[in-house]
């Protein structure tokens, strides 16, 4: 089997006159039913609910694409969010009678930690391999700052962005302070809030907040 991995952005990029974007689309279809043996897995798959739509033709992706995986034309994996999901539902109901809706539970802590380390194991180096105690820190960081995404995706996300800022940056290890720096950058929160070795200042806070506030 092979992978094709796009969403509604690789679709639209390059786009530069109406029509173009349905006729990418079709193309796309077309080649995926001729190669048989080639999943899709379409990330943000809300995102098709909308992407093509204009005044002029009221026709999104998703309408473009429902008939051909109802038919069975080609096998597809959509990706998207409880919420995502709520609003392509809505929107589309018939979206079920193509899809099976499987629901996949966040991993827990320890499980979560076996697949970062698998992951440390198999990157590309410098940075070292990270220590099993930065690992549960980030762990733990990525539980409470990056709440967004589920387990294991939040903790893998804070290593690839650490480790990516490091290997630029020529170092070759991780740190807590590392972690807790990458963290701020992610989210916006100075190191005072994040890192619970620090006590509290409440003057750094102020003007965190102050610097992100409009109005």
Known sequence: WS????????LIAGQSFMGQFEERASKVMAELE????????????????????????PTGLLDLILPAVAEGRFPMIAVT?????ELIVRNKPAVLTSF?????????????????REWDRRRDQPPAPIDDAVLREASHLAQQYLGHLA??????????????????????TVTVEDLVACVGR????????????????????TRSVNARGKG
Not at 186 to 205: C, F, H, K, M, N
């Open 34 to 57: 001729r190669a048989r043996r080639t999943l899709w897995i379409a990330p943000a798959f809300q995102s098709f609910l909308f992407a093509g739509r204009h005044s002029v033709n």
């Open 100 to 116: 099976e809706v499987m629901r996949l539970e966040p991993l827990p802590e320890a499980a979560s930690l076996d697949v970062a």
């Open 186 to 205: 992610l989210t916006g929160q100075p190191a005072s809030v994040l890192d619970e070795r620090q006590g509290l200042e409440l003057g750094s806070i």
């Open 81 to 85: 969010e409880p919420a995502g999901l």
């Open 151 to 172: 387990a294991p995706g939040n903790l893998l996300h804070l290593l690839k962005a650490v480790v990516r800022e490091q290997a630029g940056a020529g170092r070759t």
């Open 3 to 10: 992978l094709f991995q796009a969403g509604h952005m690789e």
